[in-house]
Every structure is written in structure tokens, then in C-alpha cells.
């Protein structure tokens, strides 16, 4: 394939959610397979649950959730767009990989392994860059409505214009041609005029292997 033919996919993820963060290793898998190019935003799982109904224990995690995501936007703010997959592959690693949740210290840790200032992780407990966040929420929103979670990717149409879809949803995350074949179903759903979803009850947890 040459350039000219290279494919675009939007990608919306929020740091702490387990299925994002297996969709992402998965698209990282059809970049290597694939003419393909990953564009990386945030979004905010505290942002979609905003006046919903919540369980207590899972209010708790959606009050910390903001701390990490705005971590990620004050980084992008600060050295741009090609730091997004490297801080949250650095921050997923802890917090999916290795089940940690003292998360001031994951986004200090992070920060310093992407060659960043460890200070930006005290944007956590502020809301100096949620302005910016909210911005970026909306536009992987905008393009899927409110019933959906994170991830959200957004896959090229028929016309070049941008599907996007909740998900997919996968554990394991395909690796090699698998993902390459499931990266190409999806390009043909997103080219079908009126497809909308496909669905059924999961039955394991994240694989992260």
C-alpha cells in the first residue's frame, strides 16, 4: 500500500477503563498489519456518567477517573498530540497490567517515563484543563449519542466521512492477521448504510496477556 491509501481511525478512551484499554492493544496490533493510523483522544467516563443513577462503589471509581484523564489532556496540551499513546500505554500498563491504584503516583511514574514533568500530575485534583477534555469528549460523543462507553472508534466510511461505533469489545485482544481481519469486518460494517450494533452478554474478563 502507499500513503495515499493509508486509512484513518479516531480512538476515545478514558485511562481506567479495562475494555479501552484491550481495544487499544488491539488496534495497536492493525497498525502493524494494516495501511493504517491511529488517532488518539480522550474521553472522560466521569463526564458520560454525569447525572446518572450510580451504584456507590461505582461512584467512588468514576470520582477518581478524573484525575488520570486530565493528566492525559494537561500532557497534550503541553507537548502535544504524540505524547496521548505513549503517557496512556505508560499509565494502562499500571493500572490494567499491574492492578494498581494509587493513581497520583501511576500518573507521576507515567508522566517521568515519557520524558515529561512529574508536576503536571497536579492537575488531578483541579479543573484547569477540563474545559479542553469536555471539547474532546463531545467530539467522539457526537459521533456514537450517549448510550455508549468507552472506547469509542471511529473507523473510515464509505465516503471518507468517519463511523464510529461503541467498541468493539474484545478479550483477548487479536493479535497479528486476527486483528487484521477483525479490523476489516469492522471497515465493512461501518461502510453498511444503517448498521448500527451488534451485541452480546460478555463472559470473561479482560485478557491482558
Known amino acids: ?17 479495562p475494555w479501552a484499554w484491550m481495544t487499544s492493544r488491539w488496534m495497536l496490533e492493525v497498525e502493524q498489519v494494516r495501511d493504517v493510523q491511529v488517532r488518539w483522544h480522550v474521553m ?20 477518581k477517573a478524573w484525575g488520570p484523564v486530565r493528566v492525559v489532556v494537561a500532557a ?29 503516583s501511576i500518573c507521576r511514574e507515567a508522566l517521568e517515563e515519557v520524558g515529561l514533568p512529574a508536576g503536571l500530575a497536579d492537575v488531578m485534583g ?4 477540563d474545559e479542553a477534555l469536555r471539547v474532546s469528549h463531545a467530539a467522539g460523543i457526537a459521533l456514537v449519542g450517549e448510550d455508549v462507553g468507552t472506547p469509542v ?17 474484545i478479550s483477548p485482544a487479536p493479535k497479528g492477521e486476527a486483528a487484521g481481519l477483525l479490523w ?24 491482558f496477556d
Open 153 to 169: 472508534v471511529a473507523f473510515p466510511g464509505p465516503d471518507g466521512s468517519p463511523v464510529a461505533f461503541f467498541g468493539p469489545v
Open 44 to 63: 472522560s467516563l466521569a463526564v458520560l456518567n454525569e447525572g446518572r443513577d450510580l451504584t456507590p462503589e461505582y461512584e467512588e471509581l468514576i470520582e
Open 126 to 129: 483541579t479543573t484547569q484543563v
Open 1 to 17: 500500500m502507499t500513503s495515499a491509501s493509508r486509512l484513518t481511525a479516531d480512538f476515545w478512551f478514558d485511562p481506567l477503563c
Open 76 to 104: 497534550q496540551k503541553q507537548s502535544g498530540d504524540e505524547v496521548v499513546l505513549p503517557l496512556y500505554t505508560a499509565l494502562g500498563s499500571r493500572i490494567h497490567l499491574q492492578a494498581r491504584s494509587d493513581y497520583e
Open 184 to 207: 476489516d469486518g469492522c471497515v465493512l460494517v461501518a461502510g453498511t448504510p444503517g448498521f448500527f450494533e451488534l451485541k452480546r452478554t460478555r463472559t470473561v474478563d479482560p485478557i
